[in-house]
Every structure is written in C-alpha cells, then in structure tokens.
C-alpha cells in the first residue's frame, strides 16, 4: 500500500476515486431525500385529506356531535389506503372504525392532550402500533357550535420503512459500484497514459539523442588534431545536417503537442486545389528524378479549399517524401485529387513494397516505422504520418491508408 500511495499513477487513481466517491455519496444522499420526504409527504396527506374529509362530516344531532354518513371510512377515498380514525370528546370516545391497532390508551392520550390545548398536533408524527410496526398519526381539534372534539387519524406505513430501506440498499450499492467501476477505469486508462507518455518519452529520447551524440563524436574527433579545411568543412556540413534533424523532430513534436492540447487551430484561407498539387509536385521533381522516380500529376480543373496552406503543404510533403523513399527505381508516383461525396480527396501512390498488415495498425502512431531496420537517416524521425493525421483531424478531415493487398501503398487526405 505503501508503495501505491508513493506511485505517480497511485496518488493519481487515489485522488480520482476519492473525488467520484463524493461526488456518487453526495448525489445517491440528495435522491434519497428527495424520494424518501416526496413518498413520506405523500403519506401525510393521505391522513390530511382523511381528517379533512371526518371533520367536514361531522354535527351536531340534539346537541351531541356526529358523523352524519354513518360509520367512519376505513379507508382513503382516493388512494383506498388502510386508515384508522377515532373521535373523542371531553366525555369520552365519540366513534372509531371498526378495524383499529392503536392502542385505546395511546390514541385517548393523544386525544386528551389536543382537547385540553385547542391545538392538535399540526403535523403528522411517527406512532407504533401494539406489535411495533410503523405508523404515522395526526391529530386535532374541530369545533361544532360550543362542543370541540378531537380527531385522530392513524395509517401503517411498514411499506414505506420497506421502501426505504430498498432505496437506502439500491442508491449505497449503486454509489459502491459507480466507485468500483471508476476505480477500475482510472487505473485503466491512468496505466495506459503512462505507458504511452513512457514510450513516447523513450522513442523520444532516442530520435534526439542519436543526432546529439551523432555531433558530438565528430566534434571530438575533429578536436583531437589539426586538420584540413576540408575536413573541418564536412564536420561542419555533418553538423548542419543533425541539427536541421534535430530541429524538424522539435518542431513537429511542438506541432503534436499543440494538437494533443486542442490548440492546433489552422489559418483558414482559400486554396486552390490545382495550382497547390501543381506547385507541390514542382518543388518535388528534383528529389524525384534524382532517385529515379517519375512523378505523375492529375487534378481537378479548378475549385478551392478552406485550409491553412503552410500545414496542408507539411502533410503533401510527408506523403511525397515518403512515396519518393519507398519507390523503386524507374517507379512512379500518382498525385491526384478531386471531389468526392462533399469532400476534397488528395491521393499521393507509390509503388513501393507497401505496408505490411500488421503494421496497419500502428502506422499513425507517433516514432512508428514499417521498417524497424531503417533509422532517422534514412526513414526520418517516423512522426511524419503522426503529425500529417492529426492536421486532417484539425482541418475536420481525416487521413488514412487506402486498402490493397498488393505492391504499393496509396495514401488519402479527405477535407471538407
């Protein structure tokens, strides 16, 4: 436990179960009360409304009160609920029903108390009947001419305790449960967010610490002896290139983070879909031919997307740049693009050896390669696909891998 409680992911699920068992306590508390007073004040009224509807019977026959319907209503007139009612007078017992549990004693105690005060209980309270099972009661005192008399209405409310208690069961097992579940969950999904943020951190570390260590073994190397100009100008040159690597994976790290965070908000601007695959493709055509590889264009007449030109050219470029690397020689690389279904559908496809099927999977995931051999010289720092993702997602769009099992891979950008 010990050891939990000194655990990052511990104290984080702690203090999440701690916050939900309040919160599930606090509203499982607030229904109960809210149900439990709304069916208690249900049952009070029953008894009101029975007073209510006694009192308004009564009379006076030759100067002595009296129910003029006759026996007293055993039951509710609306709800038929079981409802005992005595009547007394300063002589006496006037009248009850015929089915009563109260004790005689009790009820004329109560009844005594209300005709000496004037004033009968006001509100219903808590009784017991002879075998100790709940009851409520209600009494008070109506006055016919010179003569009061005090009436007391009882009613059972063994189902409304059962009730209750089900409710109390239903509502603490429920809180219980809800606690359980999140426990559950926030060691889950916690345990999940470490381990990405561990591998994430550790694919990291790697893409930068290689080119860092890369710079300073040539340094060192090019410190231990005077050297050539030359010399001194590849190191240099060698230098340049790390540190231009290094600062692509900062900045397409700092891009991630800001769409992690929600605040990867592209600049919207018209674009024109021909001239921005034409112009792309132009800036391409030298890498292309270097490697032996025929770049080949097919584009819409004309029509323009709302888009942030400087992040849709980062996702065109990495989709060029990795068909480029992945032809083989004399193969040929198709842009196209065009609408489909309200949407713009930008293809970039090689012909290359594809993606493997159990790499499909995991091909956007950040530090993710086909090819685990290759390293950040030769397939970059495999954030490309990442990042390209999630300015679609940005751009309300997506980004995905066409299916096909054969040679080649074909990637497509869908826009709004």
Do not use: C, K
Request: proline share 5%; charged share 20%; glycine share 10%.
């Amino acid at each position: 436990m010990r050891r939990f409680l000194r655990s990052t992911r511990g104290r984080l699920v702690l203090f999440q179960v701690a916050i939900l068992a309040a919160t599930s306590s606090l509203t499982a508390f607030v229904l109960f009360e809210y149900v439990s007073v709304s069916r208690q004040n249900e049952a009070d009224n029953v008894l009101y409304d029975q007073w209510t509807a006694i009192a308004n019977g009564l009379t006076l026959q030759g100067g002595v009160p009296a129910y003029a319907p006759g026996s007293l209503p055993e039951t509710s007139s609306d709800l038929l609920v079981p409802v005992e009612a005595e009547l007394f007078t300063r002589d006496g017992l006037l009248a009850q029903t015929t089915n009563h549990v109260m004790a005689d004693d009790e009820v004329a105690a109560v009844a005594r108390r209300v005709l000496a005060t004037g004033t009968g209980t006001r509100t219903a309270v808590d009784a017991t009947g002879p075998d100790g099972s709940p009851r409520r009661l209600y009494a008070d005192e109506e006055v016919l001419g010179d003569v009061p008399v005090a009436i007391v209405v009882s009613r059972s409310t063994a189902e409304l305790a059962a009730f209750v208690h089900s409710l109390a069961a239903v509502l603490g097992g429920g809180a219980a449960a809800v606690v359980l579940l999140g426990a559950w969950l926030a060691w889950f999904v916690v345990g999940r967010s470490f381990e990405g943020l561990r591998r994430f951190t550790a694919d990291a570390s790697h893409e930068l610490r290689s080119p860092l260590t890369l710079i300073r073994t040539q340094v060192e190397v090019a410190l231990t002896r005077g050297r050539e100009r030359e010399d001194y100008e590849r190191v240099l040159r060698s230098v340049r290139s790390e540190v231009e690597h290094l600062g692509r994976v900062a900045d397409q790290l700092l891009l991630l983070a800001q769409a992690d965070a929600g605040t990867l908000t592209p600049l919207a601007a018209d674009v024109d879909v021909a001239d921005f695959v034409e112009e792309l493709t132009a800036r391409w055509q030298a890498v292309a031919a270097g490697r032996g590889v025929e770049l080949v264009v097919r584009t819409p007449g004309s029509g323009t997307v709302r888009a942030d030109p400087d992040l849709l050219r980062r996702v065109a470029d990495n989709l060029l740049d990795n068909a480029i690397r992945h032809s083989p020689d004399l193969g040929t690389v198709e842009v196209r693009a065009g609408r489909s279904g309200g949407q713009w559908v930008i293809e970039v496809a090689d012909q290359g050896p594809g993606v493997p099927p159990e790499q499909r999977d995991r091909l956007f995931q950040r530090f993710a390669r086909t090819d685990p051999a290759r390293g950040p010289r030769s397939g970059g720092a495999g954030l490309g696909l990442a990042l390209s993702a999630a300015v679609a997602r940005a751009h309300h769009g997506s980004l995905e891998l066409a299916p096909g099992d054969g040679p080649g891979a074909t990637f497509r950008l869908r826009l709004p």
